[in-house]
């Protein structure tokens, strides 16, 4: 299956943090406030020789005042980006976030190889990371 038009929006507006059941005060993982709309979001990695793929799918939005990463695939590029960090897990046990999608593909399906054409994923990796 083919993406079609497929509108992203990943509100990645704040990950934060809670330390076990005290409800400390949030810590920002990363903050959009100081990008430019419409750039590529600075700091955030592609797969090798990826990265002229993803800043066509990758940009900066706003709406209503808060800024984050919106995504666009009308080209069947379907890339990923990520975020590297270090972050001390056993401290701090939770991170949160929020994100929408706004149009999911037609007829899209995980659980079917032939359809699997998600509208965008988040995963969170655990452990040492020694990618490039």
């Known amino acids: 299956m083919t993406m079609k038009k ?3 929006v990943l509100l990645v507006i704040m990950l934060t943090a809670i ?12 903050n959009f406030s100081k990008q430019k709309v419409g750039s590529y ?9 990826q990265g002229s793929k993803v800043r066509k799918i990758y940009h900066v939005k ?8 919106n995504a666009f695939d009308d080209q069947d590029i ?22 929408r999608a706004t149009t999911l ?19 969170i ?3 040492k990371y020694s990618g490039h």
Do not use: H, T
Request: with cysteine; charged share 15%.
């Open 41 to 49: 979001p600075k700091g955030w990695r592609s797969w090798p020789f």
């Open 125 to 127: 990796v655990v452990g």
């Open 62 to 69: 706003e709406e209503n005042g808060q800024k984050f990463i």
């Open 105 to 123: 593909p037609e007829g899209g399906n995980e659980s079917n190889d032939q359809m699997n054409d998600s509208a965008c994923g988040l995963y």
């Open 19 to 30: 330390a076990g059941a005290s409800f400390a005060a949030p810590q920002f993982l990363y």
């Open 78 to 99: 379907s890339q990923q980006i990520f975020l590297n960090f270090i972050w001390p897990i056993k401290e701090k046990p939770m991170l949160s976030w929020s994100w």
């Open 6 to 8: 497929i509108y992203i």
